[in-house]
């Protein structure tokens, strides 16, 4: 299978129903052999190694006592390897260990997983009983789902914020947005699609194993969801699909997930929204936010908040998805009662609005939810535990921005 342009390597950390509390320590394997680094290169040469078996792209290559030498960036074979920069650590013909980061194994929500593949079957015609069925395996590639909290920047070392301090900036990435960093910001985007694709590796341990079965797939892309509902952490849910490369059995790898459990934006609720506004397009004009809240909010759903399709193509020189834009809804669950006070939906059906949602108080604890362009295309009655409430749904028309402060 050919793989893409505009790769980036990571790995996932396959854990189901990771609870938001629940941490562990890096604990990176020992692997088999010496190798030799220099601060000077980006190789990593090795002696009786196993570098293509206990090898995981995106994950970190330490010394042995621990020190962080550098993230493995390609895997040549069981003798050869290199680093995304040049190594951090010198080594001679020392033993070392590898094991995922807090940055690139992730501690996730509600993960499915699943390989699949299609067929096409020979249908043998007459009427005698001992002709089996003949199926060709035409296709076959994998398929994964998972939950994550809308994360925060977290600690911003400088007044610009670097890549490391942007969680899950790879799986937004791969799914259509591209990150532009300013001071103290850093902004998910559509309006300048990224088109990078993801080397995803899902491993899958039980207690008292020493090895996990892995799963390595290549040009992963994938959709993102947003689900806000008031008094709970913001959720992310990505779907992802790529080329099945190899299952194989790996040294177990037990990740960090202690940055992930503390860098998720705060909890969305009347305490910590410091605006909620939405506003109406003066003909081509879109508004002009005040920085006040307008709109009393439950929920806030946006499926496929990025805006992008995909579709699977295979030809005679590789296999992978299309890409295409795709029209997008978002749905918005408000009070009546704060309706009819300050913004009546009833009245601007068909008309043009964009929306602001800002939550947290404290820096790189911040985020901030943009819709430039909506389109409102249906009002229906709804609830809101006994109050009376309205289901806006808009058309998802232009833009929309992630942004972390």
């Known amino acids: 299978m050919a793989t893409q342009f505009n ?30 680094t220099l601060t000077s290169s ?33 895997v ?66 994998a ?44 902004k998910f985007t559509n309006s300048l699609p990224s088109n990078e694709y993801l080397t995803i590796e899902v491993r899958r341990s039980s207690p008292n194993i020493a090895t996990q079965k892995t799963f390595t797939t290549t040009d992963n892309q994938g959709s993102c ?30 990740p960090n997930f202690g940055d992930q459990k503390v860098e998720h934006a705060p909890a969305f609720k009347s305490t910590t929204i410091t605006q909620s506004e939405l506003g109406l397009y003066n003909g081509a004009v ?25 579709s699977r193509y295979l030809t005679g020189c590789l296999d992978g998805w299309s890409k295409e834009a795709t029209p997008t809804d978002v749905t918005v669950t408000i009070l009546e009662d704060a309706a009819d006070a300050t913004y009546n ?10 929306m602001r949602v800002k939550a947290g108080n404290v820096t790189g604890k911040k985020v901030e939810l943009n819709f430039t362009k909506l389109l409102l295309a249906k009002d229906a009655n709804s609830t809101v535990a006994a109050y009376a409430g309205q289901d806006l749904n808009f058309r998802n028309v232009e833009y929309t921005d992630i942004i972390l402060t």
């Not at 809308?150 to 969680?167: D, F, H, R």
């Not at 689900?227 to 040294?251: C, E, H, M, R």
């Not at 879109?286 to 992008?308: E, H, M, R, W, Y």
């Not at 009833?346 to 043009?352: A, K, P, S, V």
């Open 345 to 354: 939906p009833d009245n601007h059906l068909g008309e043009l609005h964009a």
């Open 286 to 310: 879109p508004p002009v936010f005040t920085g006040t809240s307008n709109i009393c909010f439950n929920k806030l759903q946006a499926p496929n908040l990025v805006g992008f399709g995909y």
């Open 225 to 254: 969801d947003l689900d806000l509902t008031i008094g709970t952490f913001a959720k992310l849910k990505f779907n992802f699909q790529g080329n099945l490369v190899s299952i194989t059995q790996k040294p177990k790898l037990t």
């Open 42 to 74: 980006n190789a990593v040469t090795g002696v009786g190694t196993k570098f293509l078996t206990e090898f995981a792209i995106g994950a970190y290559l330490y010394d042995n006592i621990g020190v962080e030498i550098g993230r493995i960036a390609t």
């Open 76 to 141: 040549t074979d069981d003798l050869n390897a290199t680093l995304e920069t040049n190594a951090a650590v010198a080594i001679s013909g020392a033993t070392f260990a590898t094991g995922l980061g807090p940055k690139n194994a992730l501690a996730v929500l509600n993960l499915n997983y699943s390989t699949e593949l299609t067929t096409e079957a020979i249908q043998y015609v007459g009427n005698e009983l001992n002709r089996d069925e003949e199926t060709i395996i035409t296709d076959t590639y």
């Open 7 to 36: 790769v980036k390597a990571i790995s996932i950390y396959g854990v189901a129903q990771t609870a938001e509390g629940q941490s562990a320590v890096l604990s990176a394997a020992q692997t088999t052999g010496t190798a030799t």
């Open 143 to 186: 398929k994964m789902d998972f939950e994550v909290f809308l994360p925060s920047l977290g600690t911003i070392a400088g007044t610009t914020p670097t890549v490391n301090e942007v969680p899950l900036v790879d799986w937004m990435g791969a799914s259509g947005m591209a990150l532009s960093l300013s001071t103290g910001t850093a």
